[in-house]
């Protein structure tokens, strides 16, 4: 029925058996195609765009709407074309002199397809490679309307916005779930211009000043001869520079500490890190840190499970993000600010508020909540929008204004200049995606890639041959002016403020704030870093920097690497807990968890009636079996979304047995080398279930069985009365009592507590 796919095969047919050139004039296949393999699909008109597939709706600096009729130029016709929009008869085969013969030089497209794909990389960042990105709505409260004019916080004001997390020190193929901290950079498209809140889960940092960020950088990067350990701190070089650079000890107790291992991107804090100061309508400044919160609570991983998910799905959080975005649990944060007055020591409660290694205890200045975020769509091209979006924290708006933290000035240079590398010029801003939705009219002209066809003779002002425009604006017409805050005087030095040598009382207050179970994990964390080193002499110091923290916290690492435990050397901080940098205690919402449903086939109508009841609540059920396919028949059939070989036990946030899947004959092949070689014997429970199980338990998630299953629990050293082993009469009933659990995030008391 189709002209275009009947033309191309009379031609193919003219050539089969021909010497020579193609008949009647026009260019044919030259040379057989595989009988087997019919063409996909017939030239059709362009299918509608998805929803979700258009570009943010922005405005071109000439005033035009562009986004999204950009983001649609790409597969959007019939016909297949080149570059320059002509139409293609080939695009399989290169001009050859006959179909043996050399390729010819006159091969345009041939040139024109492998030179673009020759350039299809830009550089990844130099930090931050690897990330995943999301498009979103913030609303705001206008409760920060007495403290800022930024319009965008205004009561009830809807602004668009794009988020992009990240891992920071490995490459953009590098793996999700690494122990690292975590960026949480948030681009609002406002009324006054894009504002960027280029944060970390982490709400301090490393280094005290900029000058020192590409040591640090290149401490924590794989080592320079080999390239290894990729996205790992556990390495020499970094335990080098982290504990001779003392002012890094805060940073490193925290991503020590669980949020360096993050159960996913929805269930991390945010933190702007420095203090900003806000600007009010009337002029007076407020000093404010910007915080994230979670609506689904701060989780995550334990460091085995961490390890486990390295292998087997090292798109992990990129996947939740995405997954749960699709499913419609789209997840929320509320933008908060602790506020403190502008005062000229710019300290609070004898905290330096310029030292971006202190944070300021939520239970000294509480977070005032100020809005509401929501990621509800996906990116419909990962490099348009995840991989090209540039953010930048001198992206500000009239309202927010920043302040003299020494870290937070070298960015302001750092993050236009990377993006001239990065994205090949300094015409970024009108990438689709970094397009604000302001009206721009700047006097910015040409360069590389300049997209924007710019009107007028006079890019400079005044002028007057185009009308005299553009005029500036003041104050009352929305115009950035910088908050005119008195300078300290001084002498030029290179030198620290004195405050900024207290690089302990802080740690040791983050370490006294952790439950038991949490500093067993921080002890962990150390002594598998520190074993990870090969010279002695980075452990013994780091120890020494421990001892200046705590005994208790020196000992335990000490005791794992097999040295002794030094003394402090400087006097203990008496300081306070924070009990909110604890993420354990709580309950949570579920929205988007998995929950696995193993059944070697018993009971399927109740595994029907889990998978039901699981989607009801908003989480997701996927249901595993021996092998993949199909269960039961009819209206009751159940698809099985992972066999016994590509189901492994991190994947789930809880695991429900239906029965005891036992090797069932020859379900266990030697073709899955997961839980090595079949056990001898019959009735023995198949051992990927029982690997499954016993994971499942030692991360301490919760587990259900009905149908019989406690046969299973006991094959894989899974005592019935464990805590969080819950064995129930049915389906439904196992899973009531399972989500009740998994509002805690984990079996808290199934982890043992030998120091706690
Ligand atoms: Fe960054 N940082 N940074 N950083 N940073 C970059 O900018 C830099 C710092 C953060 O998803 C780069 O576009 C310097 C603190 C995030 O695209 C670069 C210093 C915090 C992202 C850069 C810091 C961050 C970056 C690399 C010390 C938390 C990813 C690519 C003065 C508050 C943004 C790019 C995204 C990215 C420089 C310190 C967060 C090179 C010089 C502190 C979330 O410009």
Request: glycine share 10%; hydrophobic share 35%.
């Amino acid at each position: 029925a189709n002209p275009l796919k009947r033309a191309v095969h009379k031609v193919t047919e003219g050539l089969h058996g021909e010497a020579g050139g193609p008949p009647d004039g026009i260019p044919g296949r030259p040379g057989p195609e595989s009988p087997s393999v019919a063409e996909p699909t017939e030239p059709r008109e362009p299918l509608p765009p998805k929803p979700d597939q258009s570009g943010p709706d922005t405005v071109s600096p000439t005033g035009q709407p562009t986004g999204a009729d950009q983001a649609r130029v790409a597969q959007s016709g019939s016909y297949l074309t080149d570059a320059q929009g002509t139409r293609l008869y080939d695009t399989d085969h290169s001009l050859k002199a006959g179909p043996r013969g050399p390729v010819l030089l006159q091969d345009h497209h041939l040139r024109e397809k492998v030179m673009h794909f020759d350039h299809e990389r830009i550089p990844e960042r130099v930090v931050h490679a690897r990330g995943a990105g999301a498009h979103g709505v913030f609303q705001s409260y206008g409760t920060a309307a007495s403290v800022t004019k930024a319009a965008f916080l205004a009561a009830d004001v809807e602004t668009p916005v794009f988020t992009r997390f990240s891992t920071v020190v490995g490459s953009r193929g590098s793996s999700d779930t690494v122990r690292d901290t975590r960026g949480f950079a948030t681009k609002f498209y406002t009324s006054e211009g894009v504002f960027d809140l280029v944060g970390n889960n982490i709400p301090v940092f490393f280094i005290q000043d900029a000058i020192k960020f590409p040591d640090v950088v290149h401490a924590a990067k794989p080592h320079p001869d080999r390239e290894i350990p990729q996205a790992q701190s556990a390495h020499d070089t970094f335990w080098d520079f982290v504990s001779l650079h003392t002012e890094a000890t805060n940073h490193t107790i925290f991503f020590m500490g669980d949020r360096g291992i993050p159960r996913s991107y929805r269930m991390m804090e945010g933190f702007g890190v420095h203090t900003f100061r806000l600007v009010n309508a009337e002029g007076a400044t407020t000093l404010v840190k910007f915080h994230w919160k979670p609506k689904l609570g701060v989780h995550s991983l334990v460091w085995d499970e961490a390890q486990i998910i390295n292998g087997v799905d090292p798109d992990f959080h990129r996947r939740d993000l995405a997954d749960a975005i699709e499913a419609g649990a789209h997840p929320q944060w509320e933008l908060g600010i602790q506020t403190f007055p502008d005062n000229p020591e710019q300290t609070f409660e004898g905290i330096d508020l310029l030292d971006p290694t202190n944070f300021v205890p939520e239970e000294l200045a509480p977070v005032q909540p100020v809005g509401l975020l929501t990621l509800n769509r996906n990116p419909s091209n990962f490099f348009a929008e995840t991989e090209q979006v540039a953010f930048h924290v001198g992206h500000l708006v009239p309202g927010i204004d920043v302040t003299d933290d020494p870290l937070l000035a070298g960015r302001l240079f750092s993050y236009l200049d990377t993006q001239i590398t990065r994205l090949g010029g300094p015409n970024f801003p009108q990438l689709p995606i970094n397009r604000p939705q302001a009206p721009v009219n700047d006097m910015l002209r040409d360069g590389m890639h300049q997209t924007a066809v710019h009107r007028g003779v006079a890019p400079y002002r005044p002028n007057s041959l185009d009308g005299g425009c553009p005029f500036t604006a003041g104050a009352d017409t929305n115009a950035f002016v910088e908050a005119p805050v008195r300078v300290p005087e001084g002498r030029k030095v290179r030198e620290a403020p004195e405050s900024f040598a207290d690089h302990f009382s802080q740690p040791r207050r983050f370490w006294l704030s952790m439950s038991p179970v949490e500093r067993e994990h921080i002890i962990g964390a150390y002594t598998f870093e520190l074993g990870k080193c090969y010279e002695q002499a980075i452990r013994e110091r780091t120890l020494q920097v421990l001892a200046n923290i705590d005994p208790e916290l020196c000992a335990g690492v000490a005791e794992g690497l097999g040295l002794p435990a030094p003394e402090p050397t400087v006097p203990l901080a008496d300081v306070a807990p924070s009990p909110a940098l604890s993420q354990v205690g709580g309950v949570w919402p579920l929205d988007g968890r998995v929950i696995g449903i193993v059944t070697g086939g018993a009971d399927l109508e109740g595994v029907g009636a889990v998978r039901e009841a699981v989607l009801n609540a908003g989480m997701v059920p996927l249901v595993v079996a021996p092998t993949g396919g199909t269960l039961g028949s009819g209206d009751a059939a159940l698809t099985v979304q992972r066999s016994y070989v590509t189901a492994r036990s991190v994947e789930f946030d809880a695991v429900l047995i239906a029965g005891t899947p036992d090797m069932g004959g020859d379900a266990y092949t030697p073709r899955d080398y997961k839980a090595g070689p079949a056990p001898a014997g019959p009735g023995t429970i198949d051992p990927r279930v029982s690997l499954l199980l016993s994971e499942a338990f030692r991360h301490g998630k919760a587990i259900g069985v009905w149908a019989g299953g406690e046969p299973a629990l006991e094959a894989s050293g899974v005592p019935a009365d464990a805590p969080g082993v819950i064995v129930a009469d049915s389906g439904t009933a196992a899973l009531e009592r399972v989500t009740e659990l998994m509002g805690s995030h984990r079996v808290w008391e199934r982890f043992t507590t030998p120091r706690g």
